[in-house]
């Protein structure tokens, strides 16, 4: 069992975009829902998107029209496209895959927009 692991975190100005990405196992990969949740200082972690089944996804109100979750199974990875950034969306960014019961959680990566 390997955790996920993100990447493509990093400063931003508002406005701007960024892409994370989330790399899984294949034999997680094969069978996990994926999400991405974020958690910014002194605030609970918040979903921000996920696949809920098969190709359909789910978005938190705050990031419609601006943030889509999509998938390679080819690279087994999960992506964070995210646009029209602003300073609230600053967060440490976690990717995290469920299955039978199993929730793994990636080590997060930082993403910070400067207004």
């Known amino acids: 069992q390997v955790q996920p692991v993100e990447s493509g975190g990093g400063l931003v100005q508002a406005g701007g975009s960024l892409r994370l990405s989330c790399a899984a196992s294949a034999t997680i990969f094969s069978v996990a829902v994926m999400g991405w949740y974020r958690q910014a200082p002194g605030e609970q972690r918040e979903l921000v998107a996920a696949?809920?089944?098969?190709?359909?996804?789910t978005y938190a109100d705050s990031v419609k029209g601006r943030f889509t979750i999509s998938r390679d199974n080819t690279k087994n990875t999960v992506y964070l496209q995210m646009n029209s950034l602003k300073p609230e969306d600053t967060a440490v960014y976690y990717c995290?895959?469920?299955?039978?019961?199993?929730?793994?959680w990636g080590k997060g990566t930082l993403v910070t927009v400067s207004s």
């Open positions: 696949f809920t089944g098969g190709d359909i996804t």
């Open positions: 995290r895959a469920s299955y039978y019961g199993v929730n793994d």
